[in-house]
T-cell receptor, first 118, second 115 residues
Framework: GAVVSQHPSWVICKSGTSVKIECRSLDFQATTMFWYRQFPKQSLMLMATSNEGSKATYEQGVEKDKFLINHASLTLSTLTVTSAHPEDSSFYIC??????????????FGPGTRLTVL | AQTVTQSQPEMSVQEAETVTLSCTYD???????LFWYKQPPSRQMILVIR??????QNATENRFSVNFQKAAKSFSLKISDSQLGDAAMYFCAYRSFQAGTALIFGKGTTLSVSS
C-alpha cells in the first residue's frame, strides 16, 4: 500500500509553546487528509478533514484556533498545536486518501506522533 | 449521524483457536463501506479487511473473514487459527460512499492471544 509519513514521531514541549506536526503522502497525491487524536487505550477521534487548497473542516468540539491545519499541497498537511497545555498531550494520527476512478479510495495512515506537554 | 459500536472491550483466545469480534453500526445510508483495522503496540493502523455494503458475499482475507448482516447492521470479524502476532487492538470502522468523508471508528476491542 501507499506510505504516509509523520514527523516528528514524538515531541516534548513546554506548556504555552506551539508544536507543528507534518504529514506527508510519499507516493501518491492526497486530495483529502484527516487528523485524528487518540488517548491511551481509546479509539481514534476525528479532529478535522482537509482538502488540498481548502480550509479544514473541524469536528464539533475541536478548537480550530488551537489546532491549526494547513493542507497546502497534495502531499503535505500540517497540524499546529498552538499554546499547548498538558491536556493536549495525546497521540496524533494523520491519514490520507487520494482520488481516482471509482468510488473507493483507500485511506492510509501515518505512524502517529506522540505529543507530551510539560 | 453514523455510529459504530463494539461491545467487547477485551477478548482473549488461545493460539490456533478461532475468535469472533463483534461490531454493530447505525446508519440511514444504503451504500457504504465497513472495515476492520488492527492497531498493534506500535500503534500503526493496519487495514485487515474491507466490505462494500452492496456486496452480499462476505469478505475474506486469508485467516480473516467477516459476517456481514446488512439488515441487522452487524459486521463481525472472525479470526481463524489465531497467532501470537494477532494480539492487538481491533477497530471496526464505517465510511460513507460520499467522497471526502472520514472513517468513523468504534471504541475498539483489545485481543490477547495466549500460547
Amino acid at each position: 500500500g501507499a506510505v504516509v509519513s509523520q514527523h516528528p514521531s514524538w515531541v516534548i514541549c513546554k506548556s504555552g509553546t506551539s508544536v507543528k506536526i507534518e504529514c506527508r503522502s510519499l507516493d501518491f497525491q492526497a486530495t483529502t487528509m484527516f487528523w485524528y487524536r487518540q488517548f491511551p487505550k481509546q479509539s481514534l477521534m476525528l479532529m478535522a478533514t482537509s482538502n488540498e487548497g481548502s480550509k479544514a473542516t473541524y469536528e464539533q468540539g475541536v478548537e480550530k484556533d488551537k489546532f491549526l491545519i494547513n493542507h497546502a499541497s497534495l502531499t503535505l498537511s500540517t497540524l499546529t498545536v498552538t499554546s499547548a497545555h498538558p491536556e493536549d498531550s495525546s497521540f496524533y494520527i494523520c491519514s490520507a486518501r487520494g482520488s481516482g476512478a471509482g468510488s473507493y479510495n483507500e485511506q492510509f495512515f501515518g505512524p502517529g506522533t506522540r505529543l507530551t506537554v510539560l | 449521524a453514523q455510529t459504530v459500536t463494539q461491545s467487547q472491550p477485551e477478548m482473549s483466545v488461545q493460539e490456533a483457536e478461532t475468535v469472533t469480534l463483534s461490531c454493530t453500526y447505525d446508519t440511514s445510508e444504503s451504500d457504504y463501506y465497513l472495515f476492520w483495522y488492527k492497531q498493534p503496540p506500535s500503534r500503526q493502523m493496519i487495514l485487515v479487511i474491507r466490505q462494500e455494503a452492496y456486496k452480499q458475499q462476505n469478505a475474506t482475507e486469508n485467516r480473516f473473514s467477516v459476517n456481514f448482516q446488512k439488515a441487522a447492521k452487524s459486521f463481525s470479524l472472525k479470526i481463524s487459527d489465531s497467532q501470537l502476532g494477532d494480539a492487538a487492538m481491533y477497530f471496526c470502522a464505517y465510511r460513507s460512499f460520499q467522497a471526502g468523508t472520514a472513517l468513523i471508528f468504534g471504541k475498539g476491542t483489545t485481543l490477547s492471544v495466549s500460547s
